[in-house]
């Protein structure tokens, strides 16, 4: 069955950077969008970025725009999430997810992680 | 820019009541909204794609309708499991948004 795992998370300064990774199984990987997704605490979801299985296409909230890049490594099975400039409001639970994609549009998330938890503080 | 306003932001019924969530887009979406649930400490999961679509496993109960600017979603009869979160999301070329989130407890 399909299975998510996301690591790196932890403590970080303001200012600072942190790479999160994603480990796949159960599934193609290399066929799948996948995407990043955040939940600050005792908040709702956040949509964070979204990458191609194959044609290396990415696609990035505002809020992180130029600040994070997704990436992924098919032979491993493995998404990843550079995060750098962190701030506070980075603050929250990165969740990876398989993406459902229509005409090359991320339409919805099938399968998720159970997450990692990235605090940003001083 | 997207902008999704889901209401209640909190809920509280009984078992076997019958519960509805409303979710409103700032345009038109046709049908591309769903809806996912989220129990305490854990991923959400997908439950109705595509406006009124069942996903695959999800019990009959819960059901999707709506299309353009406003959506609902309806538990039939309400079961102590889910007891959640819910939330709707839409997207479009380029952006995916989700409502606030309606906190539903018994």
């Known amino acids: 069955q399909v299975q998510l795992v996301e690591s790196g998370g932890g403590l970080v300064k303001p200012g600072g950077s942190l790479r999160l990774s994603c480990a796949a199984s159960g599934f193609n990987f290399n066929y799948y969008f996948m995407s990043w997704l955040r939940q600050a605490p005792g908040k709702g979801l956040e949509w964070v970025s979204s990458m191609s299985g194959t044609t290396s296409y990415t696609n990035y909230a505002d809020s992180v725009k130029g600040r994070f890049t997704i990436s992924r490594d098919n032979a491993k099975n493995s998404l990843y999430l550079q995060m750098n400039s962190l701030r506070a409001e980075d603050t929250a639970v990165y969740y990876c997810a398989t993406a459902v994609t229509f005409g090359g549009v991320v339409v919805r998330f099938g399968h998720w992680g159970q997450g990692t938890l990235v605090t940003v503080s001083s | 820019d997207i902008q999704m306003t889901q209401s209640p932001s909190s809920l509280s019924a009984s078992v076997g009541d019958r519960v509805t969530i409303t979710c409103q887009a700032n345009?038109?979406?046709?049908?591309?909204l769903n809806w996912y649930q989220q129990k305490p400490g854990k991923a959400p999961k997908l439950l109705i794609y595509d406006a009124s679509n069942l996903e695959t496993g999800v019990p009959p109960r819960f059901s999707g309708s709506g299309s353009g600017t406003d959506f609902t979603f309806t538990i039939s009869s309400l079961q102590p499991e889910d007891i959640a979160t819910y939330y709707c999301?839409?997207?479009?070329?380029?952006?995916?948004?989700f409502g606030q989130g309606t906190r539903l407890e018994i």
């Open positions: 345009h038109d979406i046709s049908n591309f």
């Open positions: 999301q839409q997207y479009d070329n380029v952006r995916i948004a």
